[in-house]
């Protein structure tokens, strides 16, 4: 069989075919790299749904001699050494975590593995992969002496290779840092003050999906009599998505421990920011009544009247209780002393409903990023969410929300490109880009269309947001260039696979449905589907635009007719696109008329 129809066999899932066309191949010719590696991963692939230890075995018997006769053929080989190093160590480490320890890379075989994973090291392009898997082979061989050394490297590695891209490098310097934290402090290869001073340094740059790495390093901070370090990793645990039930229990533990401490004299400007937060989420785990944080805000605040932190809380509760007029004292009085885009949001609430009154600027905040844009987010729902204004507080409210989108895009430039703030799990590129999605947007709705698409051309570039393609789209169909759109729909099409030809072939739409409102959701593409019946138009690219206009007018109408529970965001899309289709229409009759 030919070479290319052989390979067809494996992508193909034709994996028995590929296995016996391999083999008779190789008896042939045993000096074909590729087909020794190819072979390899097709004997694991057919043993997939077999369970682990299955490919444990298929792994000894076909997978490491196979990779092996590609490796004394060409030692180099990277895709070779990749893939023997990667599955090697990922069946190690998944029998370890069902409890089934099996090992295939021992004492006496540790040479040849130790020895690829440095030949990936030395290779440019896989240097990364080189020494995740050197520190992971330590790691399963328990070799704790050689295991500090190989996480320094990977550590020196990260911080030089990534210098200039700060998501990349938080996420894998973290990965490293955080296990050479654990080594350090389960065998004391240094002492205590150099574990704190490592942690006192580097915990800012920090970040995981694993909260309960937080807190082990709150609990090494303790156990270490540093409370203060102790409490900064708390203050940034609780930032996150706190969602487990274990997570709950170990901040409640916190708030103990932290009344103790403070009875016991410690003094920390943030440790009742803490306390008061736990109070405020967690009353029922702590055995508290609801209102009881307003009312250790308040002593807090005839304790500490300088601190911001029990105006925030009491201000806090009187917001959640409606009592708006009650809270704008206490929430002027957090300004006074440090603002957070919190404060000012609800501050902002509070006084438009209790007199109206409109603020004409936004502070400056030191904020992370993300916490500028959920707020902003926040104060464009409120400010979505009134009726009957004035055309003249319309826009004043406008360039408010504009204001805020732009400070977040400003911090956002300012934490990747100029290291500021701490390093934040949930702050990356996806949230930059939703960030840039929806200043566009306020940009559009102040009518500065040029700048619209140019901040949503800029999202994309941080991350592929669906939102964003929408919001190009919508912003060039109303300057009207539609060459530009035509662009611009094919970059989307092209990206998710979508073509008019093949939605109008369908026989019905292909619905979604919302789990949390149990609504139907209106499929997006069909505003840019639309979009392309008016670039057609427009650019006269087709001779029977309106028949397809047509017909796409009655898929969407048949998806309302079958679907008329769309919520109101779904809804808007939903008329977004007949109205643009039927306009589209208009113009096609009115001409020929």
Known sequence: ?????????????????????????????????????????????????????????????????????????????ETTLYHILNYVLDNQATLAQIGRPKSHITEDNKGLFIEYAKKLIASPNMSGYGHNYLTNIYEGLQDDTALLPALEESIDFVKETFKDERETSDHNFSLF??????????????????????????????????????????????????????????????????????????LVKWHTRFEELIAEGYEHPEVFYY???????????????????????????????????????????????????????????????????????????????????????????????????????????????????????????????LGLYRQAYDAFKDYFERNKYESDYFGGSHNRAMNCNNLALAYKEAGELETCYAIATEGLSYSDFEELHFTRADTLSALEDYVSLEQVLQQYFDTYQISLEATLAQQEFTSEEDEETESAIFPPCYRMLMHQIDVEYQLGRTADIQSRAQQLLE??????????????????????????????????TEQDS
Not at 23 to 32: A, G, K, V
Not at 565 to 582: P, Q, T, V
Request: hydrophobic fraction near 40%; charged fraction near 20%; glycine fraction near 4%.
């Open 1 to 77: 069989m030919e070479e290319k129809n052989i390979y067809d066999l494996f992508y193909s899932g034709q994996l028995d075919l590929f296995i016996i066309e391999g083999e008779n191949q190789l008896r042939q010719n045993d000096q074909d790299v590729t087909l020794w590696t190819h072979l390899a991963i097709a004997y694991h692939d057919q043993l997939f749904y077999e369970g682990h230890e299955a490919i444990f075995d298929v792994i000894q018997e076909k997978m490491i001699p196979y990779f092996q006769k590609a490796l004394a053929i060409e030692p180099n080989n």
């Open 177 to 250: 840092w955080i296990k050479k934290i654990y080594l350090l402090d389960r065998t004391k290869q240094i002492n205590t003050s150099n574990i704190l001073a490592l942690m006192k340094a580097d915990f800012k740059h920090f970040i995981s999906s694993n909260e309960m790495n937080y807190v082990d390093l709150a609990e090494i901070a303790y156990e270490n009599k540093a409370i203060d370090l102790a409490l900064q990793i708390l203050l940034k645990l609780i930032k996150g998505e706190n969602s487990a039930v274990h997570i709950h229990q170990e």
């Open 275 to 401: 306390q008061l937060i736990i109070e405020r989420n967690y009353s029922e785990e702590i055995g508290i009544p609801l209102d009881y944080y307003y009312l250790h805000a308040l002593k807090l605040i005839d304790a500490y009247p300088d601190s911001y932190v029990g105006y925030h809380f009491a201000a806090a509760y009187l917001y959640d209780e409606g009592q708006y007029a009650a809270a704008i004292p206490y929430l002027t009085m957090v300004g006074e002393r440090k603002w957070n885009a919190t404060s000012w949001r609800r501050l902002f609430e509070c006084t438009f409903k209790a007199n109206g009154t409109v603020y004409d600027q936004v502070p400056t905040f030191n904020d992370l990023p993300r916490e500028c844009y959920n707020e902003a987010v926040m104060l464009s729902d409120f400010i979505h969410s009134l009726d009957n204004l004035t055309a003249v507080d319309q826009s004043a409210l406008q360039l408010l929300v």
């Open 555 to 588: 898929f969407i109408y048949k998806f309302y007719i079958d679907h008329p529970n769309l919520d109101e965001y779904h809804y808007r899309d939903f008329e977004a696109s007949k109205n643009g289709i039927e306009h589209i229409i208009y113009q096609i």
